[in-house]
């Protein structure tokens, strides 16, 4: 037998409507990943614009699930991954929201600042004294060629919701 160099292997197509729900799943899990690690390991503390920008890619991972348990040729497939895209324009958000803060372009909320509320009672004051105040949102503790955590979840949830957006386009022309 002389070797062609062609694989004889039969080829089949691309599961699109699986690969596609599965990608996002996939995205949203190493990025959870990679945020507790930064916590749990390296000792990064988040601030609470941090731990918003988490729910997003929790949310996009169930939907995920969601299409994954749904039939290929499902509309209701393709408004799951259509919806992880809107999921993570909105993380695209509460990011630019988070990258401005961290630049002092704009100021935080009250809980960036850890502010206390206007009335309080002693005991409540004194238990918000003994606790650990909580981190600053422009307080930046890691950057990696001058951009923050914050700077590449923006770039992330960019590129995840053009993909999410592009794949659910492509279920659409599938069914």
């Known amino acids: 037998m002389r070797y062609t160099g062609a694989m004889t292997a039969p080829s089949r197509g691309v599961d699109w409507a699986r690969l596609i729900p599965m990608a996002i799943l996939a995205a949203s899990v190493g990025a959870l990943a990679v945020a507790y690690i930064a916590e749990v390991v390296f000792g990064l503390e ?8 988490r ?3 929790a949310a996009a991972g169930i939907l ?3 299409a994954l348990g749904l039939p290929p040729r499902s509309g209701v497939r393709t408004a799951s991954v259509a919806l992880c895209g809107a999921v993570f324009l909105a993380g695209a ?3 630019v929201y988070h990258v401005g803060v961290e630049q002092h372009w704009w100021t935080g909320t009250a809980a960036c ?8 009672t002693v005991e409540a004051l004194t238990a918000q004294l003994a606790a650990k105040p909580p981190k600053p949102c422009d307080q930046v503790d890691w950057t990696l060629f001058g951009i923050s955590f914050a ?3 923006l770039m992330a ?3 995840l919701a053009a993909f999410s957006l592009a794949g659910a ?3 659409m022309k599938a069914s």
Request: glycine share 8%; hydrophobic share 50%; proline share 9%.
């Open 113 to 120: 600042a850890g502010a206390l509320p206007a009335e309080m």
């Open 93 to 95: 958000g509460v990011a």
């Open 64 to 66: 995920a699930i969601l």
């Open 151 to 153: 700077g590449y979840n």
């Open 55 to 57: 729910v997003p890619y």
């Open 46 to 53: 988040p601030c609470i614009l941090c731990l918003y920008q």
């Open 169 to 171: 386009r492509r279920l």
């Open 157 to 159: 949830s960019l590129a």
